[in-house]
């Protein structure tokens, strides 16, 4: 079985609401972790549990392991889950806009993986493993 999350956490500065997003996919041995960097890199990095693999995602925005983060959305597979293989495959043929802080960020990362990977992506890449 396969799960996928769209996990955030948010910090207020002033008026401004600034907030990370990324992907968690949890399966039965392992969650695994894929964001946008704001150097244009793309992680898709294992761990063996849920606080590991939101502590990658405060990492990677520089924030304290004890910054709030919930899950935005989550979709639990009933059957026919993508394969790991198949969402490393997606991740390397990504090609997003490069990074930028408005335009193309981890919130539009986060939604273009979740719009793909999700059950849409079965029917619209079905040529792929799944």
Same mark, same amino acid.
């Given at each position: 079985?396969?799960?996928?999350?769209?996990?955030?956490?948010? &910090?207020?500065? =002033?008026? %401004? @609401?600034?907030?990370? %997003?990324?992907?968690?996919? %949890?399966?039965? *041995?392992?969650?695994? #972790?894929?964001?946008?960097?704001?150097? =244009? &890199? $793309?992680? +898709?990095?294992? +761990?063996?549990?849920?606080?590991?693999?939101?502590?990658?995602?405060? !990492? *990677?925005?520089?924030?304290?392991?004890?910054?709030? #983060?919930?899950?935005?959305?989550?979709?639990? +597979?009933?059957?026919?889950?993508?394969?790991?293989?198949? &969402? @490393?495959?997606?991740?390397?043929?990504?090609?997003?806009?490069?990074? !930028? #802080?408005?335009?193309?960020? *981890? @919130? /539009? +990362?986060?939604?273009? &993986?979740?719009?793909?990977?999700?059950?849409?992506?079965?029917?619209?890449?079905? /040529?792929? %493993? $799944?």
């Amino acid at each position: 079985m396969m799960s996928w999350l769209l996990t955030t956490f948010t &910090v207020a500065l =002033g008026a %401004e @609401k600034l907030e990370h %997003e990324w992907i968690e996919l %949890e399966t039965d *041995c392992a969650y695994y #972790v894929t964001q946008l960097y704001s150097d =244009g &890199v $793309i992680s +898709f990095d294992r +761990f063996t549990n849920r606080y590991d693999a939101n502590q990658e995602g405060l !990492d *990677c925005a520089g924030r304290a392991s004890d910054t709030s #983060v919930w899950t935005e959305r989550d979709f639990k +597979f009933p059957s026919a889950a993508p394969t790991i293989a198949t &969402v @490393k495959r997606w991740l390397s043929e990504y090609r997003g806009a490069r990074y !930028d #802080v408005n335009w193309h960020n *981890c @919130k /539009h +990362f986060a939604s273009d &993986v979740w719009r793909a990977l999700t059950p849409s992506f079965c029917l619209l890449f079905s /040529h792929l %493993e $799944i």
